[in-house]
């Protein structure tokens, strides 16, 4: 969702102005997508890079989240309407705790709907959610061998396995595999995307998805985010299904 600041400055309002005008095009936009029969939605709502921003902007934004997740729970939200399930992605711990708190509470309020889904990306990288799957895949390795007989040194080293050395079992027993990294993703409870919409006619994904777009359409239609609407979803619907065949000959090639 990109253009937030450069549409407030292009209509001359405040800076957390554009900011809001970027939700009301978000809200629009969910409503287009769940109404055109699209069941996965992600949004790119704030990056980790995002906290090196002035602080006073980075308090506005975080007082903005918290107030626009807080109302996903009314009676009358987006969320009711569709039955969606929400999920938030990313390093929450980054985040300040009302704000987590919030997030926390709309996620278990959630669990139950089944009809839609939407992901919203917050404190989140690719390589962030890269280097986490890796992290979690290794201690998973570790506990599951450490059951099996594994001793460690002092250092958390693997030594022997059931009195073996390590250099000899270490491929066999403690290797990650694909399938390890992916299940210990952020991402892991959705499907890859099929089509990524990067406003602001920019060509770059900015560490959004890198792991799971290989396959996915990217559209970058010249807009601002504020300005994106119906017209801009359907072309790139349309775009889709113009490439669907080589996209899906491209995947069976993996």
């Given at each position: 969702m990109d253009g937030n600041r450069r549409y407030a400055k292009k209509k001359n309002l405040e800076e957390g102005d554009g900011h809001k005008a970027g939700f009301s095009a978000l809200m629009s936009v969910l409503r287009y997508c769940y109404e055109l029969g699209v069941k996965y939605a992600t949004v790119y709502a704030f990056s980790i890079d995002n906290f090196k921003r002035k602080p006073e902007e980075v308090q506005s934004l975080m007082d903005l989240m918290q107030e626009k997740i807080e109302g996903l729970l009314k009676e009358e939200?987006?969320?009711?309407?569709?039955?969606?399930?929400?999920?938030?992605?990313?390093?929450?711990?980054?985040?300040?705790?009302?704000?987590?708190?919030?997030?926390?509470?709309?996620?278990?309020?959630?669990?139950?709907?089944?009809?839609?889904?939407?992901?919203?990306?917050?404190?989140?990288?690719?390589?962030?959610?890269?280097?986490?799957?890796?992290q979690e895949s290794c201690l998973e390795k570790w506990e599951i061998e450490a059951s099996n007989g594994v001793e460690m040194d002092k250092k958390g080293e693997i030594e022997e396995v059931n009195g073996v050395e390590c250099e000899q079992k270490l491929e066999e027993h403690c290797a990650i595999q694909l399938v390890d990294i992916e299940k210990h993703m952020y991402m892991s409870v959705a499907p890859d995307p099929d089509i990524l919409i990067r406003s602001s006619g920019e060509t770059r994904l900015s560490n959004f998805l890198l792991w799971q777009s290989e396959n996915t359409l990217l559209c970058c239609p010249r807009a601002l985010w504020p300005e994106i609407g119906l017209w801009h979803l359907v072309s790139a619907v349309l775009s889709f299904q113009r490439n669907y065949s080589y996209l899906e000959k491209k995947k069976k090639q993996l």
């Amino acid at each position: 969702m990109d253009g937030n600041r450069r549409y407030a400055k292009k209509k001359n309002l405040e800076e957390g102005d554009g900011h809001k005008a970027g939700f009301s095009a978000l809200m629009s936009v969910l409503r287009y997508c769940y109404e055109l029969g699209v069941k996965y939605a992600t949004v790119y709502a704030f990056s980790i890079d995002n906290f090196k921003r002035k602080p006073e902007e980075v308090q506005s934004l975080m007082d903005l989240m918290q107030e626009k997740i807080e109302g996903l729970l009314k009676e009358e939200s987006i969320v009711n309407q569709y039955g969606i399930r929400v999920y938030f992605i990313g390093n929450l711990n980054l985040l300040s705790e009302p704000v987590r708190v919030a997030a926390e509470n709309v996620m278990r309020a959630t669990a139950k709907n089944t009809k839609r889904v939407l992901l919203i990306c917050v404190a989140y990288t690719s390589t962030d959610e890269i280097v986490h799957a890796v992290q979690e895949s290794c201690l998973e390795k570790w506990e599951i061998e450490a059951s099996n007989g594994v001793e460690m040194d002092k250092k958390g080293e693997i030594e022997e396995v059931n009195g073996v050395e390590c250099e000899q079992k270490l491929e066999e027993h403690c290797a990650i595999q694909l399938v390890d990294i992916e299940k210990h993703m952020y991402m892991s409870v959705a499907p890859d995307p099929d089509i990524l919409i990067r406003s602001s006619g920019e060509t770059r994904l900015s560490n959004f998805l890198l792991w799971q777009s290989e396959n996915t359409l990217l559209c970058c239609p010249r807009a601002l985010w504020p300005e994106i609407g119906l017209w801009h979803l359907v072309s790139a619907v349309l775009s889709f299904q113009r490439n669907y065949s080589y996209l899906e000959k491209k995947k069976k090639q993996l």
